[in-house]
Every structure is written in C-alpha cells, then in structure tokens.
C-alpha cells in the first residue's frame, strides 16, 4: 500500500484525529525547529533508532534520544518498519535529525529468501503447541516467544489452548515474515556497524529479533520507554543475560548502592514518592487507580471482610499481556498461575483471600484498546462455577486503591508485578511466581518450584511480617526505582490526557528550548546521549539528589 493511500485510508476513517496530526506536524515545523539548526554529525559509527509502529508520541519519544545522541556528535539513522509509516517518516525528514532507512528496502538474495521458506515451513511442520513455540529459536534469536507475545496482545488471549488451531494459525502465519526479519537484520548490522541500537518494544516480533541479533553481535542495545511519571522516560541497556526485563526495573547492583547511602532522608523520600504515585500527581500512574479515593473506612469495612481473619490480596496481571519479556513463570502462563492460585485459596479457608483484577483492563477498554473489559473475571467465572465466601474478586474499576491493601493486608501475591516490592515496603509478606524485576534480589519468599509455591499458599494464615532488613531492601528498591532510576526531561514536555476513548494525541511531547543553544546546555539531554554510548551499567540512574 503506497503512502498515499495510507493517508487516505487514515482521514477517511478518522478526519478529526488526522486533521490534529496534520496540525501536530505543521507546529512542530515551528517548535522544533531549533534541532533543525545543530551541527553536523562527525563519520564515526551511527546510533540506530528502531521505530515500533507508526504513533506519533512513540516517534517523538525517539526523537528526544536522537537529540540526545547528536548533541553527543553522533551521526543517528533511524530504521521504519515499512513507508506505510508516513507519520513518523515525515516527522523525522522535517526535523532532518537521521538519515532515514526502511526494513522492506533490506533486500535478501533468492538463496536466503529460499532458505527463509525453507525453515518457515519446517517448522511450522514440526512445532505444535504452547510450550514447543515457546522454545523455539532461529538462530541467535528466541522467535517462538516473540510470535507468542505479539499473538497473545493482538488476539487477546493469553492462554491459548494446544488444540486451538485458529490461534496458532496465526502464529504460522507471522512465521515467514519473522525469519527474514532476522536474516534482514543480520545484513543491516553488518552493513551498518552502529554504535548503539535505541529501541521500543523488543518483546515483540517487530523489534525482538533486532535486539537479539545485536545482542548476538556484542552490539550496545538500550530499550526506551514511558515511566510511570508524566515528565520522565526510563533507559535501561540489554544484554544475553539481562533480556527478559522489563525497562521498569532496577538492578541488584543499583539498589546496594541506594542501602550503602540509606538515611532518614531516604525514608521521607520514599514516603514523599508513595504520596506522589498514589496520590493523583502523575496522569500516568493515576490511571491505574482511577476511582480510588481516601476514605476514613478501612479495607474490610469497605469490602465486609471478617476481622478474625488474616487479609490475602492476590495482584492480577494482564492475562494477554507480554508475559515472556517479564521472566521466566513457574506455571504456563499468568492466566494457568491465577487459576491455581485460585483453588489454593478454595482450599485455604483459614485465610480471606481478594482478588484483584488488574485495573489496566478497565482503561484500555474505555479507551477502545481491548474488546474485553477484564478478562480475570470472565476466567474465574469459567473455571469455578462458584467461589466460597472466604474469597473476594474485585473489578478493575474498584475504590478499593492498592495503597490502602498495601497497608491493610496481611501477605501479598504476584508473579513480578510492582505490588510485591511496594507492599514489602510496608513489612508485608508477598510470595512470587516466577523470575524477573526483583525476584531473589532479598526481601520477597520466591519459590523454585510449582510444588515449593502451593505449600506456601496451604500455610498462607501462619506467615508473619518481613524482618526490618528485609523492608529496608525494599524500600532500597523502590527508592531506585522512583527515584534514581526516571530520566526526568528538561528540554521537552510531556503531555497525557488519560480516560475515555483514545484519540490521536492523548500522548505528547513538545519542545521547552528555542535554541540550539537552548539544547547545547540541556544537561538532561547531554547525560543520557553519554549513558547511551558509555554507560556499562544496564541501568540509567539519576541521582536527583545526593543526600538521598
């Protein structure tokens, strides 16, 4: 599909959302202009920024690391999927930022292609199921869990059975387009020879077998993304050691450096950063609490739960989420550990289990992003035709917020997500169930096995508080995490409206310089180029503030 028609197809759907894109583009011509007017790239290596789809906040965002890259003097190339993406390729040839190079043009000799077929229809032969895709791998890339992730979001189903051919069809059918996606990007890296590959996304089929063919080549690769604050992004590097983490993650290293400094006013700025997170400041975070509101009731006075028992709250995740890119699950998936945890709790009275559904469900579909408002309920209403009354299942849109569970409860349950260290903030108990973020970093129980994870469900009610060292390290953690670890921006506002139907520019970023000079004294800018193409650490830390 040519350009042209691309556009077409775009207005005529939705002429309000690209009459403002249009709008975006022409006062971005004026405000961005400054980047326009900086010097020259020198000829050493280039900087390669992969684009993941065609939206206009996630190309400015990649624009801010390129102004950060060329302030360090370097020459940046930015790679798009294919020309169909008019939106970002006109946003970089008007900034004239990066030369400009298309996957599509990476063309492959009739042997390769050949052989590319060859392999696609091997496997699709000889690969059935689950867990056979989410072993497999084509050469130095770990494809089966990159067709897997990019199914499971686009079909909305994260627990596909093995004899669900219409969903593995898809998988067959992403198959081809992925081998030559490696193939292509071996070519590209060998002719390119960059410095550093800045990316988004690399948990799925478009940018993963980028990372894992540079990752092959010794090549520095750094996955940018959004944080949970309104004027900040997060870098954090990639490595064969460190490939299934999640950019909302700190490191062991970078959190035994927040408790070697760990003082009173550490404690206050944790403090400060929970008011701050749950308390309406960022539009970000805030979306993930939309009705929680302060009340003088307590949780089980809310909810009606008996005072005599112990409180569990087990965290959903997003059942179609990327679950591979998080770690490793001790079951099948987020949706086989919620069931089992499930009839753990069935077996469990002496304890009052919540559940509580993940709230993401509740804004993306508001904002037309899934077809189903939560998918967690319709699970536990399809496994288990009733629940007992020691069992509590929350919706996404509860006024129950996380904080107040966090303060209330008695033991928290996850596989990774963010609840287990904030509710060990608090000296509450959390088991997980899997690898990945903060597992085995020291103040959460996590188990090896399935086996191991069930007894600890069976003796849940006899679980007592975390030790005083344990909550300090993960206060360390979150302190990093809130703290240390946002590449807070200077130079460029971001700007969200959160709630409702998504429209075109909901997400934003706008200039705050009107120079070039502006620019060549934006320290923000200029530390985050230098971590990009220095920084052995994986993770970006800013230290905001030394007496934390």
């Known amino acids: 599909?040519?350009?042209?028609?691309?556009?077409?197809?775009?207005?005529?759907?939705?002429?309000?959302?690209?009459?403002?894109?249009?709008?975006?583009?022409?006062?971005?011509?004026?405000?961005?202009?400054?980047?326009?007017?900086?010097?020259?790239?020198?000829?050493?290596?280039p900087a390669l920024l992969a684009v993941f789809r065609d939206d206009v906040f996630d190309t400015k965002m990649l624009a801010v690391a390129a102004v950060a890259l060329r302030l360090q003097g370097v020459r940046v190339i930015v790679k798009l999927p294919s020309r169909r993406m008019t939106r970002s390729r006109r946003f970089f040839e008007m900034l004239r930022l990066a030369d400009i190079c298309f996957d599509e043009d990476e063309r492959l000799s009739g042997s390769i292609d050949d052989g590319c077929r060859r392999d696609a229809e091997a496997i699709a032969l000889s690969t059935h199921g689950f867990d056979a895709w989410s072993r497999l791998e084509v050469g130095p890339c770990s494809l089966g869990p990159l067709l897997l992730s990019t199914t499971i979001r686009t079909e909305e189903n994260g627990n596909p059975a093995d004899s669900d051919d219409a969903f593995?069809?898809?998988?067959?059918?992403?198959?081809?387009?992925?081998?030559?996606?490696?193939?292509?990007?071996?070519?590209?890296?060998?002719?390119l020879k960059p410095q550093v590959i800045v990316l988004q996304e690399p948990g799925y089929d478009t940018n993963g077998p980028l990372a894992d063919v540079a990752i092959s080549r010794g090549c520095r690769v750094v996955h940018i993304a959004t944080s949970w604050r309104d004027d900040a992004l997060l870098l954090k590097g990639i490595s064969a050691q460190r490939r299934r983490v999640l950019p909302q993650t700190?490191?062991?290293?970078?959190?035994?450096?927040?408790?070697?400094?760990?003082?009173?006013?550490?404690?206050?700025?944790?403090?400060?950063?929970?008011?701050?997170?749950?308390?309406?400041?960022?539009s970000l975070q805030a979306q993930f609490h939309p009705t929680a509101r302060p009340t003088s009731r307590t949780v089980r006075d809310e909810l009606g739960l008996p005072a005599e028992r112990k409180l569990a709250v087990v965290f959903s995740h997003v059942l179609w989420d990327a679950t591979f890119w998080a770690g490793t699950d001790l079951y099948r998936n987020y949706s086989d550990w919620l069931v089992n945890v499930v009839r753990s709790a069935i077996k469990n009275p002496e304890i009052h289990w919540v559940i509580?559904?993940?709230?993401?469900?509740?804004?993306?579909?508001?904002?037309?992003?899934?077809?189903?408002?939560c998918a967690e309920q319709r699970l536990i209403r399809e496994t288990f035709q009733t629940l007992p009354g020691h069992i509590t299942v929350l919706p996404p849109d509860t006024h129950v917020g996380s904080l107040a569970l966090y303060q209330e409860a008695d033991v928290g349950l996850t596989v990774r997500g963010?609840?287990?260290?904030?509710?060990?903030?608090f000296g509450k108990p959390v088991l997980t169930a899997g690898t990945g973020a903060y597992v085995g970093f020291g103040f959460t129980h996590d188990s090896e096995t399935v086996s191991a994870f069930e007894e600890r469900l069976a003796s849940l009610h006899t679980m007592g508080p975390i030790s005083a060292e344990w909550r300090r390290r993960a206060g360390a953690y979150a302190l990093?995490?809130?703290?240390?670890?946002?590449?807070?921006?200077?130079?460029?506002?971001?700007?969200?409206?959160?709630?409702?139907m998504r429209r075109a520019l909901d997400r934003n970023i706008e200039p705050a310089f009107s120079s070039v000079r502006d620019l060549q004294a934006a320290q923000d800018l200029r530390r985050a180029g230098r971590w990009m193409l220095e920084a052995d650490a994986v993770d970006y830390l800013e230290m905001v503030n030394d007496a934390v």
């Open 1 to 45: 599909m040519v350009p042209a028609v691309v556009d077409g197809y775009r207005f005529f759907r939705s002429p309000r959302d690209e009459t403002l894109l249009w709008r975006d583009l022409v006062q971005s011509l004026a405000s961005w202009r400054a980047v326009r007017r900086l010097p020259a790239p020198g000829s050493g290596p």
């Open 168 to 191: 593995f069809s898809k998988i067959r059918g992403r198959l081809l387009p992925a081998i030559r996606s490696i193939r292509r990007h071996q070519q590209m890296l060998e002719r």
């Open 250 to 282: 700190a490191e062991l290293e970078s959190i035994e450096h927040a408790l070697s400094r760990w003082s009173s006013a550490s404690d206050a700025a944790l403090e400060r950063s929970f008011q701050e997170r749950y308390g309406g400041q960022w």
């Open 356 to 373: 509580k559904s993940h709230p993401a469900n509740a804004f993306r579909h508001a904002a037309g992003d899934v077809t189903e408002r």
């Open 418 to 425: 963010s609840p287990g260290f904030e509710m060990a903030c």
């Open 480 to 500: 990093t995490l809130f703290e240390y670890r946002p590449w807070r921006l200077r130079a460029f506002n971001m700007a969200f409206r959160i709630g409702g």
